[in-house]
């Protein structure tokens, strides 16, 4: 068989697309992705606006590559830098994918969602609606009205009621999206996980810890800087941080008194590190302040904000 037969061959067998993971914030995108990877890659929390990146989870199962794209939370705060960057960020794959997965929080349509439907009006590749945080839904003979309900809103390929959180009919939504996908070889090793550097997962590490430590008294404006990541030849991973806020007063927040808040922070995210790279890790964090960071495009770039 020539070479031409056998790629055919093979583009016919396999498939391999990407699937782009939208919402407004808080509805469980990220939890969704690590609920479907069986791994922890994208950070979560109560908060919204958590993720500020586009990441890349990869996911081979046989013939089938899929590409899930977790972004941020669209939303409708304006002007900050940073807030248009992540808009930025969770928009510009719209054209860009072959499949849409929309997030929605079960039983709360709101008017962000209201917005991002309209989004989709240019959009030509199939839309999936995912109704998520079915667990909090009391009574199943809620959910066939539901469903007719959400329908009016956008011709969608599929409406699929799930719990990212426990893992319910996750599986399947994956089987509904698998023949969306179009024919193509894998883009990806099949092992690969995901787009991202260790050193990037280790920032956005740090970060999640910060958020869940702080909650709501965390100063929004907080970044994430990894200076030094260097892996030892004794497989030791040495790790310098600089978590930037825009005042002194964010910093005494986030140290605590006598230190006991960056501490707990440090030990939360080694460990967590730790599970990434399979091995032990030694994590130096640093904060300093560095003041309108969030508001200047210079300094975004600087710290990794770059489309
Ligand atoms: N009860 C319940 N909570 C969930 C479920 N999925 C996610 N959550 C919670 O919802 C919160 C937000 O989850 P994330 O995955 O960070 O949400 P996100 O959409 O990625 O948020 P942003 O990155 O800020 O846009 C977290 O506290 C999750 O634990 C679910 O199925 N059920
Ligand atoms: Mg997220």
């Known amino acids: 068989m020539s070479d031409k037969h056998e790629e055919q061959n093979l583009a016919a067998r396999q498939r391999s697309g990407y699937v782009a993971i939208i919402g407004r914030p808080n509805v469980g995108k990220s939890t969704l992705l690590n609920n479907i990877l069986g791994m922890k890659l994208s950070i979560t929390s109560r908060k919204p606006q958590t993720t500020r990146h ?24 304006r002007g900050t830098a940073i807030n248009k960057y992540m808009n930025r960020a969770a928009t510009s794959v719209l054209n860009d994918v ?3 997965l929309f997030v929605v929080q079960v039983k709360q349509w709101t008017e962000e969602d209201q917005a991002i439907v309209e989004k989709l009006a240019t959009v030509d590749c199939p839309v999936v609606l995912v109704v998520n945080k079915m667990d909090k839904l009391s009574s199943k003979e809620e959910l066939l009205p539901l469903i007719s309900e959400l329908s009016e809103h956008y011709d969608f390929a599929e409406i699929i009621p799930v719990s990212a959180m426990n893992g319910m009919n996750v599986d399947v939504l994956e089987q509904k999206v698998a023949p969306l996908l179009p024919e193509n070889e894998h883009f990806y090793p099949d092992d690969q996980v995901t787009d991202r550097s260790t050193r990037f997962l280790a920032s956005e590490i740090i970060r999640e810890k910060l958020i869940r430590e702080l909650g709501q008294e965390l100063p929004y404006t907080s970044t994430v800087d990894i200076e030094k990541y ?39 995210a080694r460990q967590d590190i730790s599970k990434l790279v399979d091995s032990k890790v030694y994590l130096n964090l640093w904060v300093k302040v560095r003041e309108g960071w969030s508001n200047d495009e210079r300094a975004l770039r600087g710290l990794g904000y770059s489309e």
């Open 230 to 268: 260097i892996e030892d030849d004794d497989g030791l991973v040495r790790i310098h941080a600089t978590i930037y806020v825009e005042s002194t007063g964010q910093k005494a927040i986030i140290i605590g008194k006598k230190g006991a808040r960056l501490k707990s922070i440090g030990t939360a």
């Open 54 to 77: 586009q990441i890349l989870g990869v996911k081979t199962t046989d013939n089938v590559q899929t590409i899930y794209v977790d972004t941020p939370g669209i939303h409708q705060r």
């Open 98 to 100: 072959d499949v849409i």
